[in-house]
């Protein structure tokens, strides 16, 4: 079965440690994206990729980073620079980043974060 | 991308009633999606809409895209405890934003 699998699905760190979040996608999608999420609140976007070797900031980049070295895989690093990290972290996929009617979102089942 | 500010950020029914969500934005939206994510779940595509003027419905959900394309509303007729959960819109191309969402919850 096509989709995105997102690993580990709960994560307890120190606080100070740097962390990295998988995500792996089988679908064939050229966009990848990483949100984050906060009790009762929406989705803030953190970094998005449109393509192999390419990737912009979202909204909330800072304290984070990401790599997208293979059109499958886009891990995002949670770094000690990140000041409140426990969240909720999803993933989505998307057939492509820029057309209209292309980028509907498929997402993972997300990694809960908790800092200690 | 543009953000779309959602009304009502909660909304408390009795099962059987109706719920309504709504979608605004300042400036021309070339597409809404609407998404739905149950409690401790994640995001799950529902509809997307672009064509001015637009009513899509699936089942029990109506979903409507305002004339100036600067609108939009999902009805849920007749709620079911299976409804419940938060109702995202989103406008975008490449940089895809999320609003705050509906939260609906239903009284059995």
């Known amino acids: 079965d096509g989709g995105i699998t997102q690993s580990p699905k709960y994560l307890f760190r120190k606080e100070g440690q740097n962390v990295t979040l998988s995500c792996e996608q089988n679908l064939n999608h050229d966009a990848m994206y990483w949100y984050r999420q906060d009790p009762g609140q929406g989705l803030r976007l953190i970094y998005y990729s449109q393509i192999v070797n390419d990737f912009q900031k979202g909204d909330i980049a800072e304290g984070y980073s990401v790599s997208r070295e293979k059109k499958e895989s886009f891990p995002l690093t949670v770094t000690s620079a990140q000041k409140n990290p426990t969240a909720f972290y999803l993933c989505?996929?998307?057939?492509?980043?820029?057309?209209?009617?292309?980028?509907?979102?498929?997402f993972g089942a997300g990694s809960r974060l908790t800092v200690l | 991308g543009q953000q779309v500010m959602q009304i009502p950020q909660y909304q408390h029914v009795q099962e059987g009633e109706d719920f309504t969500t709504y979608c605004n934005s300042s400036?021309?939206?070339?597409?809404i999606q609407w998404y739905k994510q149950r409690p401790g779940g994640h995001p799950v595509f529902l509809i997307q809409?672009?064509?001015?003027?637009e009513v899509k419905k699936q089942k029990r959900l109506t979903f409507q895209f305002g004339e100036a394309k600067k609108n939009s509303s999902l009805h849920i007729t007749a709620t079911q405890t299976t409804d419940v959960g938060t109702y995202f819109c989103i406008q975008g191309a490449q940089k895809l934003v999320f609003g705050q969402g509906t939260r609906l919850t239903i009284n059995p």
């Open positions: 989505a996929s998307s057939i492509e980043g820029g057309r209209s009617g292309a980028n509907v979102l498929t």
């Open positions: 400036t021309t939206l070339s597409n």
């Open positions: 809409l672009v064509k001015s003027g």
